[in-house]
């Protein structure tokens, strides 16, 4: 059976972590955030905001989040993204995913600093042509993160189908408050994570590397079927 063009896209899709230079033109960029906010929400509340940079802005906040880094600035996330402590069974994922990742770098296990490096590189959105802050309103449920995700998720596809690749970072909301300073952002955003856009750099290993899924018999049941 052959795959449908939405199920190639959501199929294809990777998160890369080197890009080319090549500029990502505003039209683009518009078309695809356009996208996101047609996911679906609850009572149509569509949550989240999206503050895309490239050029000198981009390079700006990736200086100030390093910098923060550097001078060795406590974490300070406005929500928890993981769920604390983490249970075992997602433990081993982190760290399958980890492992997958450092190894297409040729970062061994026990090279902190390597890898210390590697994951630093979120901050400056691994050198993408374009960076983008995503928010929410804090008073928002749990349920409006769903659906926030859900408008990432539309960026995502939308960004693959033109020939974009894309990489979610999470790591941002570590540092959520310089994000959030140096942005000038009110008390009606809190920052949830940043995304990374641009062309993938298809030489590069790092983008080669393929996380496992769970099987479908783990996540799903079907009841009532033949």
């Not at 600035?73 to 075992?88: D, G, I």
């Not at 390597?114 to 959105?125: E, I, K, L, S, V």
């Amino acid at each position: 059976m052959s795959l449908s063009p939405a199920e190639e896209l959501l199929f294809a899709r990777r998160s890369a972590r080197a890009f080319l230079k090549d500029p990502v033109p505003r039209a683009d960029l518009e078309r695809i955030l356009r996208a996101a906010r047609s996911a679906p929400s609850g009572a149509n509340l569509q949550p989240g905001r999206f503050h895309a940079l490239t050029g000198a802005p981009l390079a700006d906040l990736s200086a100030a989040l390093l910098g923060a880094i550097e001078e060795g600035r406590p974490q300070v996330a406005q929500y928890s993204y993981f769920p604390t402590p983490l249970p075992p069974a997602l433990k081993a994922k982190q760290r399958a995913a980890g492992y997958a990742l450092y190894a297409a770098l040729g970062i061994a296990r026990r090279d902190l600093a390597g890898r210390r490096d590697q994951f630093t590189r979120n901050y400056a959105f691994f050198d993408a042509p374009v960076g983008i802050v995503v928010t929410i309103e804090p008073e928002m449920g749990k349920g409006c993160f769903m659906d926030l995700g859900m408008a990432l998720m539309a960026l995502m596809v939308a960004a693959q189908g033109m020939g974009y690749a894309t990489c979610g970072i999470g790591a941002l909301a570590n540092y959520a408050d310089v994000a959030h300073a140096h942005l000038g952002l009110g008390d009606d955003e809190m920052v949830v994570c940043g995304m990374a856009l641009g062309r993938a750099d298809p030489e590069a290993p790092v983008n080669k590397v393929e996380t496992a899924r769970d099987t479908l018999e783990t996540y799903a049941s079907l009841r009532g079927f033949s």
